[in-house]
């Protein structure tokens, strides 16, 4: 059985991360989508509410789990059997920062290999920082996330603006 890992902070999940996990949920027997709990950032989202976004963005995805994680990648891919890291390319300069930590995470756990995918066309320029901007601003963003994110976003620039 191929287990896979697709890593990522998804603050919030796009239609592009939606797309790479559709994709390599095709590839591999099971996909965990590993959401980062990345202490050093401030997310929009708290890692709990990322999760539940990501369940209800892929419930009709059976292979698919969601599972928070924190530290370093290829020790929580080891800890949950994933033989692959799937990670999305959008552009070049993705491509230089994800070979690089590619190579680090090779000779860290020689076992487990990472997988590129490039993004499709119709989100190659998309990023969860420019859909946080655009909602920021009040912004339309239902062609850039799954419906249920668009839901979370208005709430929560709703809380913000009351802060």
Do not use: W
């Not at 924190?70 to 994800?98: N, S, W």
């Not at 930590?101 to 860290?108: D, E, F, L, P, V």
């Amino acid at each position: 059985m191929l287990k896979a890992i697709y890593p990522g902070s998804f603050d919030p999940v796009t239609r592009g991360h939606y797309d790479i996990i559709c994709r390599s949920c095709k590839i591999v027997d099971k996909l965990i989508v590993g959401v980062l709990n990345n202490k050093a950032k401030m997310p929009l989202f708290s890692v709990e509410e990322r999760v539940k976004m990501l369940k209800e963005v892929t419930k009709d995805l059976p292979n698919v789990e969601i599972i928070p994680f924190d530290g370093l990648l290829v020790d929580f891919a080891e800890q949950i059997g994933a033989d692959v890291v799937i990670r999305g390319l959008r552009a070049i300069t993705d491509f230089e920062y994800e070979l690089q930590m590619s190579q680090t995470n090779q000779r860290m756990k020689p076992d487990i290999e990472t997988m590129f995918l490039t993004t499709s066309i119709e989100y190659s320029y998309l990023s969860s920082t420019t859909v946080r901007e655009i909602a920021a601003f009040g912004g339309d963003v239902s062609q850039f996330v799954p419906e249920a994110v668009e839901i979370a976003l208005r709430e929560k620039m709703k809380e913000k603006r009351r802060v």
